[in-house]
């Protein structure tokens, strides 16, 4: 089955074209096209998304994308006024995108695409709008389903990209282990997130207030680095620990012992501030706090990961989300499973494949469409659509 996949959910406008085909227990995937449109350079001058400016850069830049992975050949498609009609009272919020869409489906043939998979939660819902009313309007002119897609489940089955092949093949998924556990770190999101199977998950933990990715920004924004904060301050964090240089900063470890598996990160973003305040921050200084702040991070998410294991028996843990991009993070993964549980397979996504991308989208959406097969009537976005429940 070939997957158009839509993702819009923040600040990046993604599409891509995967091939999907197996069961739920070993499906396979081939990455045909993928392209991502990212509006870092338009947040940048606020030091954190807007979601209206989102939502309008999405609306500029969905079609460019579009055109980026999607090739048809053959004679142009010609919309029936009532095709024409439908696109334009679903578009009626987004300005002249359906104008714009109406005039680029009928510019091509039509695209040899079985279904659409977009994501309709969780994410900031103007910005999720864009992406679900796009898919549904190619969905009625090229006559192919539409199937909504939970954001999270995609960071979850990011990992099943291998992450040596160049051409962005699936790894073989008949190897992983069952049940898997999940530690989701991203902008929006820290979550624990237990499962049986690829298609069936129950959250066990989460941040009471902000998530890592979002600590990783403030504290960025406090020490006066460039968005998003969290590549900055793990080159600043790996700079101090090259230099060989001691650190005294002890920061607080936000609710290690707290017997649950719950997360808190603002108090540790508070502590930053706290200490940054009313001084001048040498560049040198800087890299001492960025290493401190990282490694409390890391220690927090390993102590309860590691409590997520024993308590699951978890097989597989898989670490995804843009946070998972950090190496000294993954760094510490890799110590923890290496000397405490060495019978558990760990996973990460491709680098490229932490932070948001539509690949992830289309190979959740293929396993939703094995397992439920038929699509809704129709979609809503749901910003805060919580992974183990159903869509509202
Ligand atoms: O998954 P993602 O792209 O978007 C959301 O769904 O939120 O995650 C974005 C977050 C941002 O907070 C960003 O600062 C963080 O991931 N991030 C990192 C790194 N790369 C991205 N945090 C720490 N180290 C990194 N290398
Ligand atoms: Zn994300």
Redesign the pocket.
Known sequence: MRILAIET??D?TAASVIDAQGSIASPSFSVIAQAVHSQIEAHRPYGGVYPNLAKREHAVNIIPILNQVISAEGSVVSLSQEQKEKIIELLNREGTLAQEIIVYVESMANPAVDAICVTSGP?LEPALWVGIRTAQALGIAWNIPVYPVN?MEG?VLSVLVDTATQNMQSIETATVKFPLLSLL?????TELVAGASFVDYEKIGETRDD????A??KV?RILELSY????E??KLAQQFRDSGKQSDIKFPRPMINSGDLDFSFSGLKTAVLYYAKDRDVSDEEKQEIACAFENVVAEVLVAKTKAALLKTGAQTLIVA???A???Y?RQEFEKLIAAEFSSVQLLFPRKEL???NSVMIGIAGYLEIVKNGQAPIDIIADGNWSLGSKNA
């Open positions: 959910s923040c990046e994410g954001h960071h770190i991203s902008g929006g999101h998530a890592v990715g979002e990783f920004d960025a998003p904060g969290g590549p301050i793990g989300g843009g946070v991009a950090n190496t993070i932490a932070t948001d």
